[in-house]
């Protein structure tokens, strides 16, 4: 059953420390093992941390919620190798970087941060789930390190200030699993011309932009 929360240790700054101390009483709150090795998910979200730390026993993770707090560097996670879903939306991180040993990831959730560009995603071959809304993508530049990631079936880039330019759309016609695609509220879905009929066509396996599905007829027509 879960705990009431725990009052948490806070630094000299005033800022809660991701401490053994605190992954403790975290774990006992959400009635999760008391021994690290055992457990396979951890709850960080809404917790006020600034930095990610000492995880160093949580060998077995393969679902972490770190969303919704104050991260501003991905860092201190390369043990866990098993991790499989990972959320770090709702933080301020600007670069995506230190998930290179995370080879069995497939979810990654990075929305509502401070990203400027897809990149360090190399080593992820079986991520098929990036979102990456409301952040700083502005080109197709920007864009460019999805091509690393060919086996994505579902991806959200919607919110972004990402350019009118046919560039985006030839970079993601290289993606071939792509299923689920968003861009809403970006100047290219409001600006690219037959928008949806051209992404339509060149998207092959596409069978959801922008919410809506894309049905057999709409197929034939483009």
Not at 152 to 165: F, G, K, P, T, Y
Request: net charge neutral; proline share 2%; with cysteine.
């Amino acid at each position: 059953m879960k705990k009431k929360a725990a009052e948490l240790e806070k630094d000299v700054n005033g800022h809660v420390v991701m401490s053994l101390k605190n992954l403790e009483k975290c774990c006992e709150e959400e009635g999760l093992y008391a021994t690290p090795e055992l457990n396979d998910k951890l709850y960080l979200h809404f917790k006020g941390f600034h930095k990610i730390d000492n995880l160093l026993r949580f060998t077995e993770l393969k679902a972490l919620w770190l969303n919704n707090n104050a991260i501003t560097t991905i860092e201190n996670l390369s043990h866990c190798r098993q991790m499989v879903t990972l959320y770090l939306n709702n933080n301020i991180i600007k670069k995506i970087e230190g998930l290179d040993n995370l080879e069995l990831l497939c979810i990654l959730n990075l929305s509502h941060n401070r990203i400027e560009r897809i990149e360090g995603l190399a080593s992820l071959r079986k991520l098929n789930s990036l979102a990456i809304s409301h952040n700083l993508l502005t080109t197709a530049e920007s864009l460019e390190g999805i091509g690393e990631c060919p086996s994505v079936a579902n991806l959200d880039l919607s919110n972004n200030e990402i350019e009118c330019q046919e560039e985006v759309l030839t970079l993601l016609s290289q993606l071939p699993e792509l299923a689920v695609l968003y861009l809403k509220n970006t100047p290219l879905a409001r600006g690219f011309k037959n928008y949806r009929k051209r992404f339509v066509s060149s998207l092959e396996k596409l069978k959801f932009l922008d919410e809506r599905p894309v049905n057999s007829s709409e197929r034939r027509l483009s």
